[in-house]
């Protein structure tokens, strides 16, 4: 009986070696990403969330409605305050920072969002002329995802100690 099968030649495993290589080196994380995250220290982040005044709607997220207002969510900066007492004339009256933000809920008046990988609870007076935040959840939630499709881990293995991703740019080259 003889044996139909040959053996590989070097140089065929070499030519393959080297195209693996290329497009791992093309496609792969060792590549400067198409965005980059914006890191904060944990106690800036926790201690930029405030009342500002209204501002212009850039970037918009998820949208809630509670009694007589809407909640708009400026993505990864925070939540727009919006009048909705009278729909045909709705007026934004002021806005929260809270970095990192994607998600937001209420219940019995306490607005609970995501800032960044922490949970929070934002309690307003009548007229959302002041805010205080009532309850953290450190570290209660993933740290925001990267858009980039080979996931986050190249990212967090370099986060410096006591920083918090709180938003993805896209990447200046």
Not at 58 to 64: A, F, M, R, T, V
Request: hydrophobic letters at 40%; one cysteine or more.
């Amino acid at each position: 009986m003889k044996k139909l099968t040959k053996p590989i030649k070097p140089t065929l495993l070499l030519l393959g070696g080297l195209a693996i290589g290329i497009m791992a080196f093309q496609f792969g994380p060792s590549n400067p990403a198409n965005y980059e995250p914006i890191l904060m220290h944990r106690s800036d982040m926790e201690a930029s969330v405030g009342l500002q005044e209204a501002r212009a709607i850039e970037s918009p997220g998820k949208i809630w409605i509670y009694n007589d207002f809407i909640f708009l969510i400026e993505m990864y900066k925070g939540i727009h305050i919006i009048d909705n007492s009278n729909p045909s004339e709705s007026k934004t009256v002021g806005f929260i920072q809270v970095d990192g933000c994607t998600e937001i809920t209420m219940k019995d008046n306490i607005i609970y969002a995501n800032n960044a990988v922490d949970m929070i609870g934002i309690k307003a007076n009548q007229g959302f002329t002041d805010i205080d935040v009532v309850t953290r959840n450190r570290n209660m939630l993933p740290i925001l995802a990267s858009p980039e499709p080979w996931g986050d881990w190249y990212f967090y293995e370099k986060l410096p100690k006591n920083t918090v991703i709180v938003r993805w740019v896209p990447y200046q080259k």
